[in-house]
């Protein structure tokens, strides 16, 4: 396998930077229109450790999305992603976009304690137990706030903060990443990539998983996203003819199949 040309979603993606560009230009636009919005909400002390929170227009009672962007650990930021609250917003679910340290200039565990933070600062302040989404790296870190402890972080926290995840285009598998350029900033040595593995960690009690991958990407991303699923005991879909960008469309469209199971998936949190 080269590992190298199954990882580098950019080489295999040569039109990204306008998709990207895109993004910040939709997701400025959104939250230029979205009157419900708390902006720029500290859940820790560092510059970075903000979050966006997007509220239906109408109601206090809504159930609540956590959605984390990629960038493999090592670039963009919220600012590039409040459009993609816009699906679940019309299904009454409020969405919260948080932003995060990066490497090299932090190593990834502490990029998990900031999720948790985050995750931790929400049901602090609304009382309700989160649907974490994520993008590839932010695939990842759902998938590890899923797996997180909680009670062990802090006695008052439930067991089942985050109860059910519904990661795209996730990394599961970090050692795999190790022979590659994109490892180089994260820093790991073997033992920690194994440990930051959410595949190698048990599978959440009573958790509901459902992981997306596109249909387009590599063997390596449908793999590790099927693998991952089988594990923890969920289920998996790939969206037809989606790149590892492009799958993230879904999100913004309210009457997309995929935003309808994620509702779902919210509304069954706020009934239990």
């Known amino acids: 396998m080269d590992a190298q040309a199954e990882y580098d979603n950019r080489a295999r993606v040569p039109e990204h930077p306008g998709i990207i560009a895109g993004w910040a230009h939709d997701a400025a636009a959104f939250r230029a229109a979205w009157n419900t919005a708390d902006l720029g909400l500290a859940y820790g002390p560092g510059e970075r450790e903000r979050l966006d929170l997007f509220r239906p227009e109408a109601g206090t009672g809504w159930p609540l999305a956590l959605f984390i962007h990629g960038g493999y650990w090592q670039a963009l930021d919220r600012s590039f992603c409040s459009h993609m609250a816009r699906g679940l917003l ?3 679910v ?3 976009i948080p932003s995060y340290d990066l490497c090299p200039a932090v190593p990834l565990a502490r990029i998990v304690t900031q999720m948790q933070a985050a995750a931790a600062f ?3 302040r ?3 137990r989160i649907l974490a989404i994520g993008h590839s790296a932010g695939g990842h870190l759902a998938a590890m706030l899923m797996a997180t402890q909680w009670p062990a972080l802090d006695a008052t926290l ?3 903060l985050v109860p059910a ?3 795209i285009s996730g990394v599961f598998e970090l050692e795999p990443l190790l022979p590659t350029s994109i490892a180089s900033p994260l820093g790991l040595t073997p033992a920690e990539a194994r440990r930051l593995s959410p595949r190698h960690l048990p599978p959440p009690a009573g958790a509901v998983l459902h992981a997306v991958a596109g249909g387009a990407e590599s063997g390596e991303f449908l793999r590790q996203t099927r693998d991952f699923a089988a594990a923890w005991g969920g289920t998996w879909e790939a969206v037809p003819e989606a790149n ?3 799958v993230l469309n879904p999100l913004a469209e309210p009457g997309h199949p995929l935003v309808g199971r994620a509702a779902a998936m919210t509304a069954r949190l706020a009934a239990g």
């Open 165 to 167: 995840g519904l990661p």
């Open 90 to 92: 019309a299904h009454g």
């Open 126 to 128: 609304h009382r309700r």
């Open 244 to 246: 590892h960008f492009t």
């Open 94 to 96: 409020a969405v919260a």
């Open 158 to 160: 439930p067991p089942d």
């Open 122 to 124: 929400l049901f602090r």
